[in-house]
Structures are given as C-alpha cells and as structure tokens.
C-alpha cells in the first residue's frame, strides 16, 4: 500500500513537473480519445497544441490567445488571493457580469458625447460595480456568518437575471429594430476598448491582467496584508493573535476579487465583445478558478495557466475548423486536462511513501 | 381564473429533475462534499437513460441505467477529491464540463428518435415522479433515524472529529458523492424520457445550477429540498402559468426572486446559528473541504 | 519525421492560401459558423443539413467546413477570422448575435464573401438572408383554427422580437379567417431551446384550456406534452417526424438550402454580389412539411391550397384590412404589409389580447 504524507512546503520540482507530466498525459489519453473517435491522433494535438502557437495563421492566433487568457488571469488572479486565505469566492461570474453591466451603463448613458473622461469613468464604474456585488457575500459573511462560497454562487444566478432584464430592457438597444442587447461599445469611440498595438490583440484588458499579476505578486510575497492572507489560510487561529482581523481579510478578498471580475467584465463589453446581450456572461468566472488552482495559486502559475486553457481553446477551434473534430470531442478533451491538471497537482502537495516507512 | 391544483399538477412534475437532482447534492454536501458537477451528472444520466430506454423499450431501464452512469461518472469526482485531494469547486466545474462534452459526443446516434411511452402511475401522476417524492421521507429518515445516517451528517459535519471516532471519512463521502450522481443521472432522465422524449445536446439547460440553489434554501433538510425544488420550479410554472393568463409579469424579476429567497433563508439561519448558538440548519461544517488523515 | 510532416502541412496550407480559389482545379472553400451544436434537432441541424446539400449538389468544386457552438461575441469574430485566414471565401454566419462580428471581420477581409443569417446590416462583401417563416405560419394557422375544439390556440414564443412576432400575428390572423371565435393564448420561453422550460410553458397553455399548440422554439418538449394531454402540435424548425402522425400534424421547416446552393454558384460562376434577401415558401426556403391524417382531408385540402397561393405569390399573409391590438388602423383593405414593417414588428393585431412584454 502507498500513502500520501503531506510536504512542508510546496515542491518547487514538482511545481514545475506536474503540469507537464499533465499535459503529457492528456496528450496521450486525447490521442486514444482521438483515434477511437476516427481522427488522426497526432495531427490533433498538434493542432491544438502548436497550430495556434506557430502554425500557419499563428500571427493571428497568437495574439488571440492574450484576448482569451486576459480576462481569466485577470479575474484569477484576484480570486487566488482570497483561496489562499480561505476565502472562496466563487461567484465571480456576476462580479464580471454585474461589472460588465455597471461599466456598460456609464457608456451608455454618456452617448453619444465623446470626452476621455468616458472611458476610465467606464473601467472605474466596472471595478465599482464587481466590487459592490463582491462585498454582498463578505458583508453577509462578517455580519451573519453566511457562507460566502454560497452566497457568491447564488448572486451568479441573479447577475446572468439582471443581465437578461437590461439587454431586453434598459439598456436594450433603440436603434436595433426590437432585438435584444445594447448600442455596440466598438462603434462609440469614446467607449471602446480597442487593439493598443495593431496586431498585439493587447487590449486595456491584456495590460490590466499584466498589472494584475505583477501587484498581485508583490502584495504576496512582500507587502505585510500578503502574510496576512498567508497565516489565515493556513492558520486561522494563529492568524488572529498575531493581529489579522478576520472580518477586514474578508472584506478585502472578496471586494478585490471583486473589483478585479467586474473590470474583466468591462473590458469585456467595450472590447472584444462589444455589447451588453443577455449572454453577457460566458463562463469566464467560472473557468478562472480552475485557472487559479491550476496555477497554484501563484501569480506567475496563473498566467501560464490562464494562457494553456486560452490554448486549448483556440487550439480546439482550430482542430474543429481543420479537421471537423465535432466541438463535443475538444470539449472532452478540456475536460481531460483539467482533471489530469488538478490530480497530478497532489504531487506537489503530498510526498507518496509506501506504507510502513516513516 | 388560474385553478391551483391544475398549478400544482405542473409543478410537481416541472420539479421532478431539480429535485432528483437536490435530493442527491444533499447527501453530498451533508457529507461535507459540495459537488458543482451536477449538470455534468445529470446530462450523462439523461443521455445514458435515454439510450437504454430506447434500446430496451422499457423507460424503468432507462432510469435504472441512468443512476448508474450518474454514479459512474461522479467517480471521476471522487478519485479527484478523495484520492488525489484535488479542490472540490474546482474539480465539479471540470465534471460539468467533462459531462456535456461526453454525453454530445456518445449522444450522436440517438438523435431524432424518440423515447418509448411511459405508463402513467396512480392518479395519472408519472411513475417516477411519485419516486421523487416517496425519496423525500426516506431521504429525511436516513439522515435522523439511521446509525449510517449519523456517520454521514458527522463525516460532514467535521471529518477530524469523525476521523478519530474511527468511521472511514473517505469511504462515507464517496458513496454519498455515488448516490448524489445517481439521483442526478435519474434527474437527467426524466427530463430526456418523460418530458421531451428525445435526446437532444444540451438539454438539461441548468437544471443543476438550480439543484445546487435549492440545497443551500433548504438549509440542508429533505423537506427543505422538497420545498425548494417546489419553489424554483413553481416560479417558472407559475410566471408562464400567468403568462398564458395574460397577466402582466416581469419576467426576469421573478424568475431572480427564488435565488434572493435562497440567500435570505441562508443569512437567517446563519445568523439564528452565530448569534444563538443553535445548531442545525447551517451549512455541514466541513463543506468543501478535503479531509487527509494524518495517521 | 513528425517535425517534418508538420512543416510540410503547414507550406501546404499557406500555397493554399497564396493560390487564388478561383483557379479551376482548387475548390471553393466554403465556411459556416454555428451558434449551436449540429446535434441540436432544430436551428443549426437546418443549417448543417443544407450545407451538406452544398457539397452534394457540388462535389469536388467546393470543400466545407464548419465550427459549431459559437457563442456570440468576441469569439465569434475569432472564428470567422479563423475561418477566413483558412481560406474560406464564402462564410456563412448563421446566427443573428454574429452581426457586428460579421461586419468587423468582413471588413479585414474584402476578397471574402460573408453571409450573415437574420441581420440588418450590409455590405459590399456582406450579405444577409432571412426566410419568411410567417408564410409557413399562415398555413400552420389555418390548420389550427380548423383543428381546435376549445377555440383556444397556445404559441410558445422564444423572445419577443420581430420575426417571432410576424409568426405570432401570421398564425392568429388565419386561424382567425377559418374560425372567429379562435382566441391565442402567448406564452414566451426566453430561450431558443430549453426542453424543461419549454415543456412548462406547453403544459402552462394547456391548462388554460388550449387544445392546439403553435411554437417558436426548437426542441420536441411542447409535442410531447401535447401528445399526454391529447393535443396536437407543429414540428419546428426541423420536421420532428418523430412525433407523426399526432400530435404533430404538420411542421414549418427551415429549409436553407435552396438559398445555400444558389449562393455558392454564384461564387463558383463569379456572379456573387451583396444584397439582402427574404425568401419564403415560393423558393422553397420555408416547407410546410407532411400534413398527417389525422387532419380532415378538407382542411388538409385548405391548407395546402393557401401554402401553393402563397407559393405562387398570389396571396400575401399580411393582407388589408389589419388593425393593430390597440385598434389603430395598420393596412387598409387590399393592402400588403411592406417589408419594412415586418422586419421591426413589434406590435400584436387586431383580437390578440396577449401583451408583448416590454
């Protein structure tokens, strides 16, 4: 028999390992996948793996792949921050939609005007609007003791509501012959969220996720709120001798994570996707907590992570475009990685000792 | 003028997969296990159901098979959480991902034909919703009446302490997190053989979003599921119910009301257990969390 | 090796790019983007069903492909960048949430040809195409009104948008001529395709005492609560053949290859141009699919008589005198509703007492 001894400190080694020995085990279980479905095995992941990176539309892809993996990096790296405390935020999903929304309102209520004002009073009304949807589940929390996994989950339900009510009411577009959704944002300059550098595909977004990971880095390892966060996941009690007060953690977690989702959302609406539809969320809160766990709840582990699930989604589009793989067998495969991903990531945490030895 | 029993009749088989599907998340999280992967569970028993009811010719096969691929897929869930110790957000939002691509992927054959007809049971009333409901006491009798119930609700409520009174952590959860996926995968079931009655990608739209809501408004009781999944489903009856009585509704409003209701059901009984210290009704201490036995 | 072959794919690919399509020996590569899954029995079933029709008609001249379950938005305009960049000179974007995608992409690619599916905007490489679904909903209508015991009729209406709405009022105005005591009960789903929530709105009409139910939305869940209550129904947007010879009596079919096959010679032949185009039953585009026994022969007879008027273009469903549901005067006698009308209905006729939500 084998048993699991947990590590002191998490392995750098197998830090490093296991995501490869993941990726390299999907890659072999896709391809057995792929061949029982009659495709090509290698041509596969080869597609999905390499094409967007250096195949023949690369150019394109590449840059495609900071638009994919910005608002997940973004929103990840906010929700790390509070997991390593303990406090689990998993409703960032409204907090990106209601940010959406909230942000989406300010441009829509200042058309047609152009100014520059607009635009950073849009990301500020986004970052404001996840925030507040935020610090429902840390108010209710510190005041009531109401779980805030839960409650953040619930207003998930109500945000994708109050999105559907605005795209076919308030914010429905006058101009758009009774079809539901808003004024598109790319078509109001003083509102759009567009490409800096032609080609990059960097949008604010893009930058925003860059920020956020090199701050999100730094409060970590440096700034005294990150040893804060530390010893409360790790040990609440001594957390709370040693000065944390419990309830002012909670409320910075869940408002950060917050604020950082709705600024997702924002540069969501104004950019890529341009309009406030009832379809405004698209599971981007969801998919960035795998991409937190995923990566380790590092700053640096998010980013790669976040670009790998761009990866696979870009990948996967191609391998349907060049090889008719039906969209149901790429998402399989996703599925695949993210539960080798999250098994091998045992390894890091726990030694495996055969039984008996000490 | 709107006829209540004729609103009931709805509702009761309108909320026939929420509450397979509750029922099963109950048991789940009463262990401590908080299981995203419902959709994942449901869309697999819904397709698995439906092939073996169309093959054999008999619906009850279809639903027996049906909580067994349920069961079958949730154990992907259980090696992740109880073996590998991965998160358990994290590794249910995989399931539900993993579980609609699968059952797009096998599903293909069966497209465009239709489920066999299911016999009415007592007082016209589907076979299996009659089971739904019948699941409720029982549901309700395992947990307070059985010594196996009392493990479970300890397991859930702190698995250390549970632990060191010498019940298996692991072996308890993985057998709720088992029935939990049967319970969807019938819940699925129902929805692709005795509503639609054909097999389409997709087509369980939410239902598990929904069963993980009515859980938290049940404060974690069987009834309260029964009560949830008779809220969240008699919303949605009720607002087309109007809507074909052209009564003026606001639809998005009241369909977001069940998901308010749910947050102030979850705050009240927080608060009655923070601030009086009376136990029950919260949520199982240890939900979510992962239990490694140190020796 | 396997370096190799890559390498070897890739300049293959890129020739395929340099290589003008019109060359005789290389085919026209065509694209479709999906908002659903193939598998989904209605919407994109319709579209991939013509699609295939394409190749069948062209063989070797033309080369498809498709990606499907595109969400509308920024990933939209990812995919018709994709398929662009693959080569594809005709696209066919078949969802209406892919307008601006359709109208961003279209304008980084001249030389390529889009076809968006249900817009409103043009250009000169973009063309639209909608289908009169109305024509084929005055004759499921006239079968309804003859068909109904109860004088009541149910429609399940998606979202409250023109094209629904034409259906709505379509239906009512000939079940109307056929039966005047016919009432129309409305009930929307706000969703394309939600089987449990479509089976509730079916059972929520039949409990108002509807006995025929109409519907805008695309799985088989209304038929078969219509078949426990003893009702009859409409196959739509597929032939739902399933459910022959009761409850479905008759279906509405969307029938996109008539239009397909037509454009796609025209980009083989070189004579493609933009314009928009809204085809009905007389082209073939909306099929009124096998009307069963068990409706009378006679209004069997009925039925298909006003389907080859209106085929013919002898007949228009929106014919004077209509008034509106306020009571405001809409079309005078003997006048035809113009097609700007239609395209941004938004109120309900005459004897509809149902209010179109807001």
Known sequence: MIRLVPRSTASTFWQVATPVMAVLATMIAGGVLFAIMGHDPVTAIRTIFWDPLFGPAAAYSRPQLLVKAAPLILIASGLAIGFRAGIWNIGAEGQYIIGGLTGGAVALAAYPSEGAWIFPAMVIAGAAGGWAWGMIPALLRNWFGASEILVSLMLVYVAQRVAAWMAFGPMKNPEGFGFPGSRNLQQYPAASNPELIAGTGAHWGVVAAAVAVLVTWVLVSRHIRGFHIRAAGSAPRAARFAGVNPATLVAFCLGLSGALAGMAGLFEVAGPAGQITDKLGTGYGFTAIIVAFLGRLHPVGILLAGLLLALTYIGG?????????????????????????????????????????? | MIDPLSVFLLLLSASTPILFAALGELIAERAGILNLGVEGMMITGALAGFAAAYATGNPFIGFLVAALAGAAISLLYTVLTQVFLANQVASGLALTLFGLGLAAMFGKP???????????????INWIVWLGLLMVPVIWWFLNRTRRGLILRAVGENHEAAHALGYDVRLTRTAAIAFGGAMAGIGGAFISIATVLQWTEGMTAGAGWIALAIVVFSSWTAFGVLAGAWLFGGVTVLQLRLQAAEVDVPVQLLSMAPYLATIIVLVLISARQTYSRKAGGAAPGSLGNNFHALR | MQRRTLLASASAIL??????????????KVGFIYVGPVGDGGWTFQHDQARQAVEAEYGDRVETTFIESV???????????????????????????????????????????????????????????????YEGRAVTGTIAGHMTKSNKIGYIGSFPIPEVIQGINSSYIHAKKVNPDVEMKVVWAYSWFDPAKEADAASALLAEGVDVILQHTDSTAPLAKAQEAGAIGFGQASDM?????????????????????????????????????WAGIGEGEVVIGEITDAVPAEVKAEAEALRDKIGAGKYHPFTGPLNKADGSEWLAEGETAPDSDLQSMNFFVEGITAQIPQ
């Open chain 1, 317 to 358: 589009e191609l391998a349907q475009l060049t090889m008719q793989l039906p969209a149901a067998t790429v998402q399989v495969f996703q599925g695949m990685l993210l539960f080798f991903l999250l098994g091998f990531d045992v390894l890091t945490r726990f030694r495996i000792q055969r039984k008996g030895q000490s």
């Open chain 2, 110 to 124: 069966f497209e465009g034909v239709k489920a066999p007809p299911m016999p009415d049971g007592p007082f016209g």
């Open chain 3, 15 to 28: 020739m395929a790019l340099a290589v003008p399509a019109m060359a005789q020996d290389e085919p026209l």
């Open chain 3, 71 to 133: 969400p509308e938005g920024a990933d939209a305009e990812r995919a018709l960048t994709q398929l662009a960049l693959a080569g594809n000179k005709l696209i066919f974007a078949t969802s209406f949430g892919f307008m601006d995608p359709v109208m961003n992409v279209a304008a980084k690619f001249p030389d390529v040809k889009f076809e968006h599916a249900t817009g409103y905007k043009q250009a000169e490489n973009v063309a639209t195409y909608d289908a009169r679904f």
């Open chain 3, 241 to 277: 053949a399933a459910f022959k010879p009761s409850p479905r009596v008759a279906s509405i079919i969307d029938e996109w290859s008539p239009y397909y096959i037509k454009r796609v010679g025209q980009m083989l032949d070189g004579t493609w141009e933009s314009g928009a185009s």
